[in-house]
C-alpha cells in the first residue's frame, strides 16, 4: 500500500482544491478574502468557469464575485480556513465548494479533502456529503489510487487531531465498491486492518458479494481469511457468501467446513437460511446422514425448514433409494404448510419406477392436477424413462402423446428417453421414427446420436451403427470421446481390430483424448483376437500416455489372458497387483479366472478359485454362478451346476436371465426338456423376458426330440415379444421341419428369413441339403448347391457328399461322379465319407446329423 499524500500532479482539479470560484457574500468569507489577498499567486484566466455547476453542491451560493484577478489561495490557506470550521460542517462545506476550482500550490503535509471529509463524518446530519464526495472522487476514475487516499485520511486525523473514526474509511471501501474499483477496495480494507481501523461487517460483506459476483471468488477467499486471522468480527451473513462462493467453485467440503466453524465459533448467530445453505451442501455431497441431522437441529431450534431445504433433502434420498425417508419427509413438508411442488413430485416419481414400483409412479403422475401443478419436459422425461425401463412402452407412447397435446415441445432429453426404453425392449422401429423426428426438428443432439449407436454396436450392427455416425457428422453434430468408444467397442467385439485402430487414430484431429476406458476396449478386443503382446503394447502405450490404468483395466487383462489360455499366469498377476494394493479384490476378476480355468476344461481349478475367493471374504454374485453353472453344464456336471443353484437361491441371489439361459441351454442339450421348459416358465413367473439365447436353446432342445409343434409355437411365441428370429433360429427350425418331411413349411421359412435380409451360411445351407437329399428331394438340394455358386460361396465337402450319395440313392452315377468332379475343380479334397459313397453307393452311419447338431 502506498504511503504518503500525493504530490499535485496525482490529483485532479477537483480535489486539489484551490480557489478559483467565488466567494459567498457572508461577512465571515469576505473578511476572510481581504485578510489573504496578498497571498494571492495566479490570476484568474477564465472568469467564465464561475457560471458552471458544481457537482454535488447543494447549498445556495447566490453570492458576488469577489475581485480576485491577480492570485489564488494557496492550500495552507484554505486548510486552515477549513480547521476554522471544524464545528461548523455546513461553513466548511461551503468554503470547500467556493474553493474547489482554484490552483494553489501544493501543501506537502495534508490536503483540503481529507480535512473536510473528516470535518463531514464528525456529524451526523453532514456524513451525506462525505459519502458524495467519495462516492465522485472513486466514480470520476481520475483521480488517485484509493490507497493514497486512505494514506492522506490517515495522516490528516493524525496532523490535525481528528478523532479517529471508521466511519470515513468504511465509506471509502463502499464508494469504491458501488464504482467496482474492487482492487482499491481490497487495498483500503487490508489498510484499515492493518491500522486497526474498526471495520463494518457490512462494509467487509458488501465487498466480498462485489468480488464474488465478479468470479473474484480466490481474492474474496484470501481477504476473509486474513481479516478473520486478525481477529476482525463478522456474521452469519458473511459465511453465506463466502459459502456460495465455494459452490460456484464446487468446494463442497470447504463449504461446510466454513459452516462448522461458524457453528464452533459461538460468536455467530446462524439462521435457517444458513442451516438450510448447508442442507444444500450436504445434499450435494450426498451426505445424506449430515443433512438429516442438520434437518433436526433446525427442528430442535424451533425453525420450520424451508420449502427449498425440503425439496433438496428429499431429492438427496430419493437418489440414494431412500424412498421411505423421502416419502416421510414429503408427508412432513405438507404438514407444515409447504405445498407439493413439481419437483419434489418428479423426484419421487423418478424413485418409484428405480424400484421397479411404475404403478405408484403413475399414481402421483394422476395426482398433479390436484396439487395444482402441470408436469413440465423433465416430469414427462421421467415418467416415460420409468415406462420404458419398466417394459411399458405403450404407456410411455401415451404420456408422449399427452405431452404434445399439452403443448409443450419435446427436447433431446425427452426424445432421448424414449428412444433407449424403444431400444431397451428391441423396438427398433418405433426407435427409429422418434429419431428420426428428434433430427428433423433439429433437437438430436449427441447423447440421442450416442444412444442408437450405442445399441447398433451392442448388436454387432456395426454397418447401421456407421450409418447413424455418418449423420451425425453430416448434421454437424461433434463426436464426443463416448461416441468414439462405442464405435471402437462394436469394432472390437466384431474382430475388425484395423477399423477400431483406425478410429482411435482419428482422435488427435477431433481434439479428444484417448480415457481409460478406450484403452480398455482396444486391450480387450486384441485379447479377443488372441493376441496378448499386442494387448501388452497397447497397455504400455496407455501408460506412457499419463492414463493410470484403473480396476476395470486390471480386471480386462486379467479375463483377457484367461481367454487366451493363460489362466495361470492371469492368477498369479492378480495376486502380485493386489498385494502391491494397485487393484482391489473384486468378483469380476475371480470371474474371469474361473471362467478361463473352465474353457481350459480344468474344472478343479476353477472350483479352487471359487473357494480362494469365498475364503477372502468376497461373496460371488451372479455373474460368479453363472460361470460356475455354464461351466459344469459344458462339462456335463449336471449335478454340480444344480448345487450352485441351490446355493444361489440360499444366498437369496436373484437369477438373470444369462443365468437362467445357462441353466436352460444345459438341460437342452441333455434333451431333458421337461426341466428345460420348467426354468422357461420360471423366468416369465419372475418377471423377466426370454431373450434370444434362451429361445434359440428351446427351440433347438425340442428340435432335438423331435417336437417341432413346440418349436414352432416357441417361434410365434418370440416373435409377438419382439424377439426377431436370428439365422440360428431359422437354421435349426429348417432343419427340424425337413427332417419331419414338412418340406412346404421348411421352404416358407425359408423364404421368410430371405425376407428380413437373414442371409444363410454353411451351416444353413448343409441343412437344406442334407433334409432335401433325405426326404427324396435331390433336384431342390442341387438348386441350393447352384445358388451358392451364385453368391460365389463354396460349397463344404459335406454338402458335396450329400448330393453325391442322394444322385447314387437316385440311380443317377453320371450326375454323383460329375459332383466328385467338380469337388476337385473347386480345390476340395474328398474325403473317407466321399470315398465310402462312390464304393458302396451310400452314405454310412448317422454321422452328417451329428455334424448338424455340432454346428447348431
Known amino acids: 500500500m502506498k504511503a504518503l499524500v500525493p504530490s499535485s500532479s496525482q490529483i485532479p482539479p477537483w480535489l486539489i482544491l484551490f480557489s478559483r470560484h467565488h466567494l459567498c457574500t457572508s461577512s465571515t468569507l469576505n473578511s476572510l478574502t481581504n485578510q489573504h489577498t496578498q497571498i494571492l499567486e495566479k490570476p484568474i484566466l477564465n472568469p467564465q468557469i464561475y457560471e458552471k455547476n458544481v457537482p454535488f453542491d447543494d447549498t445556495d451560493h447566490s453570492c458576488d464575485i469577489p475581485n480576485l484577478e491577480n492570485g489564488g489561495f ?22 470547500f465548494q467556493t474553493v474547489r476550482q482554484q490552483r494553489g500550490s ?32 472513486a466514480s470520476s476514475g481520475s483521480g488517485p489510487s484509493a490507497s493514497v487516499i486512505f494514506n492522506g485520511l490517515v495522516v490528516c486525523a493524525k496532523s490535525f487531531g481528528f478523532e479517529s473514526t471508521p466511519r470515513v474509511f468504511n465509506f471509502l471501501v463502499n464508494s469504491c465498491v458501488k464504482a467496482n474499483r474492487l482492487n482499491d477496495a481490497v487495498d483500503c480494507l487490508k489498510g484499515m486492518v492493518e491500522h486497526d481501523i474498526m471495520l463494518w461487517v457490512p462494509t467487509m460483506n458488501k465487498l466480498l458479494t462485489a468480488l464474488v459476483r465478479k468470479d473474484m471468488i480466490g481474492v474474496a477467499r484470501d481477504l476473509y481469511t486474513e481479516v478473520v486471522s486478525r481477529g476482525t468480527r463478522y456474521d452469519r451473513h458473511t459465511v453465506h457468501i463466502l459459502m456460495a462462493a ?34 444444500y451442501v450436504a445434499c450435494k455431497e450426498e451426505n445424506l446422514n449430515l443433512a438429516l441431522e442438520l434437518l433436526d437441529e433446525m427442528k430442535e ?6 420449502e427449498g431445504t425440503y425439496t433438496n433433502i428429499i431429492t438427496a434420498c430419493v437418489k440414494q433409494r431412500n424412498m421411505v425417508e423421502a416419502l416421510r419427509l414429503k408427508d412432513e413438508m405438507l404438514s407444515n404448510g409447504h405445498p407439493m411442488n413439481l419437483v419434489v413430485a418428479t423426484s419421487l416419481m423418478k424413485g418409484y419406477h428405480v424400484q421397479s414400483d411404475l404403478s405408484s409412479a403413475l399414481d402421483l403422475f394422476d395426482k398433479l392436477i390436484e396439487y ?28 408422449y402423446r399427452q405431452m404434445k397435446l399439452a403443448g409443450i415441445k419435446s427436447n433431446a432429453f425427452v426424445e432421448n428417453s424414449l428412444i433407449k426404453g424403444f431400444l431397451s425392449v428391441n423396438l427398433l422401429d418405433e426407435a427409429m421414427n422418434v429419431f428420426d423426428e428428434a433430427i428433423n426438428s433439429g433437437t438430436a443432439n449427441v447423447f440421442v446420436y450416442n444412444s442408437v449407436i450405442a445399441w447398433f454396436c451392442k448388436k454387432d450392427q456395426m454397418d447401421e451403427a456407421q450409418k447413424v455416425w455418418d449423420k451425425m457428422v453430416d448434421n454437424g453434430v461433434l463426436p464426443t470421446i463416448t461416441s468414439y468408444n462405442n464405435m471402437i467397442l462394436g469394432n472390437c467385439r466384431n474382430g475388425k481390430m484395423n477399423k477400431a485402430l483406425d478410429l482411435f487414430s482419428q482422435l488427435p484431429e477431433r481434439h479428444l483424448k484417448a480415457n481409460v476406458v478406450t484403452y480398455s476396449i482396444l486391450i480387450d478386443g486384441y485379447f479377443r483376437k488372441g493376441d496378448a503382446d499386442k494387448a501388452e503394447n497397447m497397455f504400455d502405450q496407455m501408460v506412457s500416455s499419463g492414463i493410470s490404468p484403473n480396476d476395470y483395466t486390471f480386471n480386462t487383462i486379467i479375463s483377457g489372458m484367461s481367454k487366451v489360455g493363460k489362466t495361470s499366469e492371469a492368477k498369479d498377476l492378480l495376486k502380485e497387483i493386489v498385494a502391491r494394493g494397485v487393484l482391489s479384490q473384486s468378483c469380476m476378476s475371480y470371474n474371469g479366472l474361473i471362467d478361463g480355468f473352465f474353457k481350459e476344461d480344468d474344472v478343479s481349478s476353477a472350483l479352487a478359485v471359487y473357494r480362494e475367493m469365498c475364503d477372502s471374504g468376497i461373496s460371488p454374485d451372479v455373474v460368479t454362478y453363472t460361470t460356475l453353472i455354464d461351466g459344469f453344464c459344458k462339462s456335463n456336471n449336471i449335478n454340480l451346476a444344480l448345487k450352485m443353484l441351490n446355493e444361489m437361491r440360499n444366498r437369496e441371489i436373484k437369477l438373470d436371465v444369462i443365468a437362467y439361459s445357462v441353466l436352460i441351454d444345459g438341460f437342452c442339450k441333455r434333451r431333458d426338456m421337461k426341466t428345460a421348459s420348467e426354468l422357461f416358465d420360471e423366468i416369465l ?12 436353446s428351446m427351440i433347438s432342445g425340442f428340435r432335438n426330440v423331435n417336437n417341432m409343434e413346440a418349436a414352432l409355437v416357441l417361434r410365434d411365441r418370440m416373435i409377438n415379444e419382439g424377439v426377431p428370429c436370428d439365422l440360428e433360429t431359422y437354421t435349426t427350425l429348417i432343419d427340424g421341419l425337413l427332417k419331419d418331411g414338412e418340406i412346404v413349411v421348411a421352404s416358407d421359412l425359408y423364404t421368410e428369413m430371405l425376407g428380413k435380409d437373414v442371409m444363410p451360411d454353411d451351416i444353413t445351407y448343409t441343412v437344406l441339403v442334407n433334409g432335401l437329399c433325405n426326404k427324396g428331394q435331390v433336384e431342390n438340394a442341387h438348386k441350393v448347391l447352384e445358388e451358392m455358386c451364385k453368391k460365389s460361396k463354396t460349397p463344404s465337402a459335406l454338402i458335396y457328399n450329400t448330393l453325391i450319395a442322394g444322385y447314387f440313392k437316385k440311380g ?22 466321399t470315398y465310402d459313397i462312390l464304393v458302396s453307393g451310400q452314405l454310412k452311419g448317422n454321422s452328417l446329423g451329428l455334424d448338424i447338431a455340432t454346428m447348431n
Not at 494557496?74 to 460542517?89: A, C, E, G, I, Q
Not at 506537502?108 to 451526523?124: E, G, Q, Y
Not at 459452516?259 to 435457517?272: N, P, R, T, V, Y
Not at 431450534?301 to 424451508?306: A, G, Y
Request: charged share 25%; hydrophobic share 40%; aromatic share 8%.
Open 685 to 696: 413367473q419372475v418377471g423377466l423376458s426370454p431373450n434370444l439365447f434362451v429361445y434359440n
Open 106 to 137: 501544493v501543501h506537502n503535509k495534508s490536503d483540503p479533502f481529507f480535512v473536510l471529509l473528516h470535518i463531514l463524518v464528525s456529524s451526523t446530519m453532514h456524513q451525506h456529503k462525505a459519502r458524495r464526495l467519495l462516492d465522485y472522487y
Open 372 to 399: 395444482g401443478l402441470a408436469p413440465n419436459k423433465v416430469t414427462y422425461a421421467v415418467v416415460m424413462e420409468g415406462c420404458c425401463k419398466n417394459g411399458n412402452v405403450e404407456k410411455a407412447v401415451e404420456v
Open 812 to 833: 443317377n452315377l453320371q450326375e454323383a461322379f460329375r459332383l466328385h468332379d467338380e469337388m476337385l475343380d473347386k480345390g476340395l479334397e474328398p474325403d473317407d465319407a
Open 74 to 95: 494557496t492550500k495552507n490557506h484554505v486548510v486552515d480556513v477549513l480547521l476554522s470550521y471544524k464545528d461548523d460542517p455546513d461553513s466548511a462545506y461551503r468554503y
Open 301 to 306: 431450534r424451533d425453525w420450520v425448514p424451508s
Open 246 to 279: 465455494c459452490l460456484r467453485e464446487g468446494k463442497m467440503e470447504e463449504a461446510l467446513k466454513l459452516f462448522e466453524e461458524a457453528k464452533m465459533s459461538g460468536g455467530i448467530k446462524l439462521d435457517a437460511a444458513l442451516y438450510g445453505l448447508c442442507v
